[in-house]
């Protein structure tokens, strides 16, 4: 799951071309694709590897220590 935060991505120019091909041809399936390929992909795996505080959970941090 990605954190949700602000997050900035760059695009090469084989990517920046793609897109505009996309929008050009309003390809809804190619968008798709590219969506999980040049833009999903890349935030996850900015995102890997990061150190994560168990405090960052959603849940009750105590309670994730009592169950164990």
């Given at each position: 799951?990605?954190?949700?935060?602000?997050?900035?991505?760059?695009?090469?120019?084989?990517?920046?071309?793609?897109?505009?091909?996309?929008?050009?041809?309003?390809?809804?399936?190619?968008?798709?694709?590219?969506?999980?390929r040049a833009v999903y992909n890349k935030i996850?795996?900015?995102?890997?590897?990061?150190?994560?505080?168990?405090?960052?959970?959603?849940?009750?941090?105590?309670?994730?220590?009592?169950?164990?």
């Amino acid at each position: 799951m990605l954190e949700l935060k602000k997050t900035a991505i760059a695009f090469d120019e084989k990517e920046l071309m793609k897109l505009e091909e996309i929008i050009i041809d309003q390809n809804e399936a190619e968008a798709l694709t590219f969506l999980k390929r040049a833009v999903y992909n890349k935030i996850a795996k900015g995102q890997q590897n990061r150190l994560k505080c168990h405090l960052d959970t959603l849940g009750d941090p105590v309670e994730g220590f009592k169950n164990r």
